[in-house]
């Protein structure tokens, strides 16, 4: 009887630990793939001497001229000219636009107002008014900071308190 239960138990070690050690294997590949795509990015920053910008290093940054008037004190970050009927308040603001995997050697930049300003003129570095579509630059140099100053021109007949604000859209596309 001895023997019987010493058997048993043995047999019964057998198989647990053939249990234990019977392995099932599975294999399998993955086989991946990636095409690179070359990118440009656009980032405002504020330029030395210029008004600190709102969320500077992004692409969605404010620029603030605060309270303005065609005489008086205003902030030495901007400029002011009068002529006989307005006043042009300006600031430099710097545009920079980086490329990756790209062979393009230059951009060209554009900036536009969201929405028409019959009232007030926006100029955006040496362009024209910018209710339509102004080219800043044919050749611009990646990865640099170029200054293209922003002024708005206000007639001497915009009522005290006139809030003006507005939304300028820039393209930057590779040459």
């Known amino acids: 009887m001895k023997k019987v239960m010493l058997l048993t138990i043995f047999a019964a070690l057998m198989m647990i630990s053939s249990g234990a050690v019977a392995q099932t294997t599975a294999n399998g590949t993955l086989t991946v793939t990636a095409t690179v795509n ?6 405002f920053n504020t330029h030395t001497g ?12 404010t620029l603030d001229f605060g309270v303005v008037s065609a005489f008086g004190v205003i902030p030495g970050t901007i400029t002011r000219t009068t002529t006989a009927s307005n006043f042009t308040v300006s600031t430099p603001v710097d545009v920079m636009v980086s490329k990756t995997n790209s062979a393009s ?21 040496a362009s024209g008014n910018i209710n339509s579509v102004q080219t800043l630059t044919s050749t611009g140099a ?11 021109t206000i007639p001497f007949t915009t009522a005290s308190g006139t809030v003006i604000s507005g939304t300028i859209n820039y393209a930057a596309t590779a040459n």
């Not at 008004?51 to 500077?56: D, E, M, Q, Y």
């Open 38 to 43: 070359g990118s440009i990015q656009l980032v």
């Open 50 to 61: 210029g008004v600190a910008l709102g969320n500077p290093g992004t692409n969605a940054a």
């Open 105 to 125: 050697a230059n951009y060209v930049l554009t900036a536009k107002l969201a929405a028409a300003d019959t009232t007030n003129t926006w100029t955006v570095g």
């Open 142 to 152: 990646y990865g640099s900071n170029l200054n293209f100053p922003v002024a708005i």
